[in-house]
């Protein structure tokens, strides 16, 4: 029962795999109960301090939309993480058969190890790009992921092309395809298995949708909103953000993923986090807000173009006007030169000060981002893991029982 | 042996995932029914209120709100000097203390003699300190007038001092809450005349020009962070 080199490595990999997919999975599963969370980020699965922040690349990764599917149907969907901690298990499972079971030199459970290791190398490879490429952040525990599947693969091909060398055992080049389909609807079972009991499981967040209050004046009489679409919907949507504002940067960036987009037309509603313009504030949790806001509101037809400019320069513009508050009207006035004589005039002024009248108006808590379907709030706990499932029954209409009763 | 060891990795391999995240998720609910209902401590959107906004500025500016037509008709009505006497029942000194912390926010639009014109410097000034509302609820507008000419001419001239203002901010402003908001006082001669502590604080006026003449010949026009 002396293992090989490459079958200890495996195991070892499949181990390691195996805990970063479940700390991963733990992370999210986590946020089910729609509060904030610490995010564990580390080379060493589990260990290392919890980013509360949100600033790391697993917070990133876990927020986006790539973190997990069947958003519509279940809050927050079903972590991508989840089928990866099963898929591992079952090599790990694998591994640890082969070990103990001596079958190192069989070469039917060798090929089947290598090909079914080649399906997490499959998805490193897909997840990577788009955490590169999509995200813009990579995500340690992913990266532990990564590096496990491949050495993963790597010492299976290594088991495989020993086991060629080996005798042949009983068996082996003979009814092939049956142990293998066998071994691969084990495997199917695993990630299955793992999926329904979370189905199962879940919290239902139904319930809370259209619960957390609506607009008492929803109408806009200073015509302050900012259009973010041309969409011709009947439904519209009221963000109450901030240029400059990370999260609303990142519900953002959600929705336009979650092909929610045609459904609603979306305005903006700007309420700048930065005291010199906002005396709900004390300090400026994002300076340079109130220059940028300014600078949406001259721009017109281009608004969101400057939305977008500053959701790109977010952080160098912040930093920039924490230094000297007069940066983030010159970095917007050298970016779109047309609202260089609008910007810090009494009128847009006058138009920002409205907006942020708006919001006394509706008696809006003073956060970002909030968002409105025709009127009714989407819970703060949905902006984020939950957003297209209670957004989704917002736009439709389908809104908790306690609501309808409200609105009576 | 050989399958009793598969099955048993199997199960126990089988459990990492399904365990695990039944254990989690089902904690995850457990907490979301204790969390329920919890208040939040964010805070909520409102209108400024300052230190400045004493009880005294307060019970003025209810009844300037109220008796001049503000709240009542949601229209700018505006108060001759008569009806300001008795809405601020308290002396001109008093009156013009209460505006005393509001140094940093209030402007003095300086007319010339016997004129309701603004001129380049006035708009400039006035412009700029309407957009400056902040989370004030109140503009008021104070004109006066200086002594020279009768008593009612300098009514009706500060009378008109105020509302050269008031169609100003209506003609560059569109702002529908506009009537609502904006106060308007007139003094003429009579009442709470500036004195030359007023000299320091922002004018439209030449910085040579500040005897308690120049400084009458006005319309004081400030945001008032208070909430009534």
């Known amino acids: 029962m002396k293992p090989r080199i490459p079958t200890i ?19 999210f599963v986590q946020h089910l109960d729609r509060q904030l969370h610490g995010i564990h980020c580390s080379f ?115 088991l495989w092309l020993a086991s060629r060398k080996a005798p042949a055992e ?42 957390c209050g609506s607009l008492k004046k929803p109408q806009d009489p200073y015509g302050v909103m900012v259009p973010l679409d041309a969409n011709p919907s009947e439904k519209t949507m009221i963000e109450v953000m901030d240029p400059l504002c990370p999260a609303c940067r990142g519900f953002s960036r959600r ?76 970095m917007v006035k050298a970016a779109f030169p047309a609202v260089a004589s609008c910007v810090g005039s009494p009128a847009v002024r006058s138009k920002v000060n409205k907006s942020l009248r708006w919001a006394v108006a509706n008696q809006l808590p003073v956060l970002q981002p909030q968002v409105f379907v025709e009127g009714v709030r989407l819970c703060d706990e949905d902006t984020d893991l939950g957003m297209d499932f209670a957004l989704s029954r917002l736009i439709e209409g389908r809104i908790a029982a306690e609501k309808k009763e409200e609105g009576k | 042996m050989n399958a009793v060891v598969h099955a048993g990795l199997g199960v126990a391999c089988l459990l990492v995932p399904t365990a695990l995240v039944g254990a989690w998720t089902v904690s995850a609910s457990n907490r ?63 009156f013009n203390a209460l505006f005393r912390p509001l140094a940093d ?42 002594p020279e000419g009768s008593e009612l001419h300098n009514q009706k001239l500060s009378q008109a001092r105020g509302q050269a203002v008031l169609d100003h901010l209506r003609r560059t402003f569109t702002d529908p809450d506009l009537d609502k908001e904006v106060g308007l006082l007139w003094l003429g001669e009579e009442f709470a005349q500036l004195d030359a502590e007023f000299c ?18 006005s319309a004081f026009v400030t945001w008032i962070d208070c909430r009534i």
């Open chain 2, 105 to 146: 926010r209030a402007g003095i639009i300086q007319f010339d003699l016997d004129s309701s014109v603004l001129d380049p410097a006035d708009i400039a000034l006035l412009d700029k300190q309407f957009a400056d509302q902040r989370g004030a609820s109140w503009f008021l507008v104070v004109a006066r007038a200086s």
């Open chain 1, 255 to 330: 929705f336009e993923a979650s092909g929610l987009g045609e459904a609603v037309h979306r305005v903006a509603l700007l309420m700048p986090l930065d005291d010199t313009c906002n005396w709900m504030v004390s300090s400026a949790v994002h300076p340079g807000a109130c220059a940028v806001s300014e600078a949406v509101l001259c721009a017109g037809d281009q608004a969101t173009a400057v939305f977008d400019w500053a959701f790109e320069h977010q952080e160098e513009i912040r930093e920039a006007a924490t230094q000297d508050p007069a940066k983030a009207a010159e």
């Open chain 1, 170 to 211: 009983a068996g082996d080049g003979e009814g092939v395809v049956k142990p293998h389909v066998l071994s691969a609807i084990e495997g199917v079972g695993f990630v299955l298995l793992s999926v329904l009991v979370y189905v199962m499981l879940v919290p239902d967040a139904s319930g809370y949708v259209g619960t």
């Open chain 1, 44 to 158: 060493v699965p589990g260990l290392g301090a919890l980013d509360a922040t949100g600033s790391s690349g697993c917070h990133a990764a876990l927020m986006s939309p790539w973190s997990s599917v069947l958003r519509k149907a279940i809050w927050g969907g079903i972590p991508i993480a989840l089928p990866g901690l099963a898929v591992y298990a079952f090599l790990l499972f694998r591994g640890l058969d082969l070990w103990l079971n001596r079958r190192e030199g069989s070469r039917n459970a060798t090929v089947f190890l290598f090909m079914a290791s080649l399906l997490p190398v499959v998805t490193s490879i897909a997840m990577g790009v788009i955490a590169v490429g999509l995200i813009g952040e990579v995500c340690k525990l992913c990266v532990g992921m990564y590096v496990s599947s491949f050495v993963m693969a790597g010492t299976a091909l290594w």
């Open chain 2, 200 to 217: 320091t604080w922002p004018r439209s006026g030449a910085a040579e020009e500040c005897s308690s003449k120049e400084l009458n010949r």
């Open chain 2, 32 to 94: 979301i029914a204790e969390e329920s209902g919890a208040g939040s401590d964010v805070a909520v959107a409102a209108a400024a209120d300052e230190g400045y906004c004493t009880a005294d500025l307060r019970k003025v500016l209810r009844r300037v709100l109220q008796s001049c037509g503000l709240q009542s008709s949601g229209e700018v009505r505006g108060c001759k000097p008569n009806d300001a006497k008795s809405v601020a029942t308290m002396s001109g000194e008093d």
């Open chain 1, 9 to 27: 490595l495996f195991v070892l990999a499949a181990v390691a795999a195996t805990l970063f997919a479940a700390v991963s999975t733990y992370d």
